[in-house]
């Protein structure tokens, strides 16, 4: 159980297109999911907690017009990354916590397998 | 704040040697600690995890992790390496406070572990 499904796995995209990721919770319901970057070789940067029915809460430094988060229901939430140019090449990587089994904060969280993007 | 130090990018061990990945936070009060691990172009599985009791904390594959509180370390330990271990390793802390950040999953910066024959 706790399977966090990650699409697409790996995306190329031109320049000034928009590209969109989705992250779903296949076996349980994730009222707050998040969104992470990750550089090469380096750690998991979060970028915004994802809360269904509401607004994303995004980390300092984070453009909100570029990386647009939708948790439209509780087993999808979206990241699309608007007029994505070189630099936001990356490793991004959703996760969830599963609540109906832990809703104590010490629960783990349950991550997809990452989209790697890459604008050329 | 909060924050996880990995002092180590890399590890290497000989299979069947013990190893050790290193693991030092600071954060207000306990923390919840975590460790992760990560294969390559794949997401984080989680290991296992510190919340209270036993210093010793048991998990996934035969791994396990000694919280030291006054060295303010969470070390991960395997008695014996297998080459399928390879992989890279973070460790994260959350606050117990939920106004100290406690939704908020801090990681270290990962150590390259390489189990070798």
């Known amino acids: 159980g706790a399977v966090v499904s990650q699409h697409p796995s790996w995306v190329i995209c031109k320049s000034g297109t928009s590209v969109k990721i989705e992250c779903r919770s296949l076996?349980?319901?994730?009222?707050?999911m998040f969104w992470y970057r990750q550089f090469p070789k380096q750690s998991l940067m979060l970028m915004a907690t994802s809360n269904e029915g509401s607004k994303a809460t995004y980390e300092q430094g984070v453009e909100k017009d570029k990386f647009l988060i939708n948790h439209a229901s509780l087993t999808l939430s979206t990241l699309t990354v608007t007029s994505a140019h070189p630099e936001d090449s990356s490793f991004y990587i959703c996760s969830a916590k599963y609540w109906a089994y832990d809703q104590s904060y010490n629960s783990p969280l349950h991550f997809g397998n990452g989209t790697r993007l890459t604008v050329t | 704040a909060q924050s996880v130090a990995q002092p180590e990018d890399q590890v290497n061990v000989a299979e069947g040697n013990p190893l050790t990945v290193k693991c030092t936070y600071s954060?207000?009060?306990?923390?919840?600690l975590f460790w992760y691990v990560q294969y390559p172009n794949r997401g984080l599985q989680f290991l296992l995890k510190?919340?209270?009791?036993?210093?010793l904390v048991k998990g996934s594959y035969g791994f396990e992790a000694e919280f030291n509180k006054s060295q303010t370390s969470f070390h991960l330990k395997k008695p014996s390496a297998l080459v399928s271990d390879s992989a890279l390793y973070f460790c994260?802390?959350?606050?117990?406070?939920?106004?100290?950040?406690?939704?908020?999953?801090?990681f270290g910066t990962g150590t390259q572990l390489k189990v070798e024959l």
């Open positions: 954060v207000s009060g306990n923390p919840y």
């Open positions: 994260a802390v959350r606050p117990r406070s939920l106004t100290g950040g406690g939704n908020k999953l801090t």
């Open positions: 076996d349980f319901q994730a009222t707050t």
């Open positions: 510190y919340i209270t009791g036993d210093n």
